[in-house]
């Protein structure tokens, strides 16, 4: 490569690198602004995410150290705005690499950066309306109550630790609800098909609990509420993805109705 030639790519290279730049700070940008907004309301968000442990039964929550509710508000905020900010993120990074791309690979990719936010949004529907208050059900039940003999043990979850289960339960099942999306784009995009993910299905399931027991607390209920919906999920990918071997088919049998039939050629005799 002569000089002339390292000159000349170092133009590109400087423009990839500026606009990988813009595309970070507008991410961190839609971040912060987040954040700052949802940090005002980082005690009202707090109390709706308390709200299946009050479904359980509790009444109360503590905090131990004088600044762990202030950085627990931090964290919400923080949660928060990562969660309503993935959009903006997604779009950015779909921006920089789009020009790479070819017409049709756009296209692929286009619908799943509205079906990524949904789908995890829907992992997150399922812990607040069915896991948690389930699983605080199930731990409250250990409770002892002040009997002759016996010491009252109360379940007076802390702040901190509350928030720490949560979100690790909505980020655990926000992430496994992504497997239809990230299955259906490899489906469009050709990598597999549902052939494959057939011939797969056991080693998937044993997949799926290997995850749901690393992701969730150690407890059978957890483990079991995500390893289900995760294994039907897998069912979800491999019949999207035949819908989509079958649009596709559809499409080239009507490409080869319109194109006709080839030239042949004739011999007289």
């Not at 907004?37 to 004088?66: C, H, M, W």
């Not at 903006?88 to 070819?102: D, E, K, M, S």
């Not at 509205?114 to 605080?136: D, E, H, R």
């Not at 079958?246 to 009507?254: I, T, V, Y």
Request: aromatic share 14%; glycine share 6%; with cysteine.
């Amino acid at each position: 490569m002569t000089h002339e030639d390292i000159e000349a790519t170092k133009a590109p290279l400087m423009d990839h690198l500026i606009e990988l730049r813009t595309r970070l700070i507008r991410s961190l940008a839609a971040f912060l602004v987040m954040f700052v907004v949802f940090f005002y309301f980082a005690k009202d968000i707090y109390n709706l995410l308390l709200v299946p442990l009050q479904r359980a039964g509790s009444k109360e929550a503590i905090f131990t150290a004088p600044q762990e509710f202030f950085f627990t508000q931090v964290r919400v905020a923080m949660f928060a705005a990562a969660f309503v900010a993935c959009p903006v993120i997604f779009w950015q990074i779909y921006a920089f690499v789009a020009p790479g791309l070819y017409k049709h690979e756009r296209k692929a990719f286009a619908p799943y950066l509205v079906a990524t936010p949904i789908f995890f949004g829907l992992g997150a529907l399922l812990v607040y309306f069915v896991v948690m208050p389930n699983l605080l059900i199930f731990f409250s039940g250990m409770q002892q109550a002040n009997e002759p003999g016996r010491i009252d043990i109360k379940l007076l979850p802390r702040v901190s630790e509350y928030l720490g289960l949560i979100m690790t339960l909505i980020f655990a099942f926000g992430i496994t609800f992504q497997m239809p999306v990230i299955l259906t784009l490899l489906g469009q995009i050709g990598v597999i098909d549902s052939g494959f993910l057939k011939q797969r299905r056991r080693y998937a399931w044993v997949l799926v609990f290997i995850v749901a027991a690393l992701l969730t607390p150690p407890d059978v209920f957890s483990m079991m509420a995500l390893a289900v919906p995760g294994m039907l999920l897998y069912e979800l990918s491999i019949f999207a993805v035949r819908s989509l071997e079958k649009q596709r088919e559809k499409e080239r049998a009507k490409e080869a109705a319109k194109s006709g039939p080839g030239p042949t050629n004739a011999v007289k005799t």
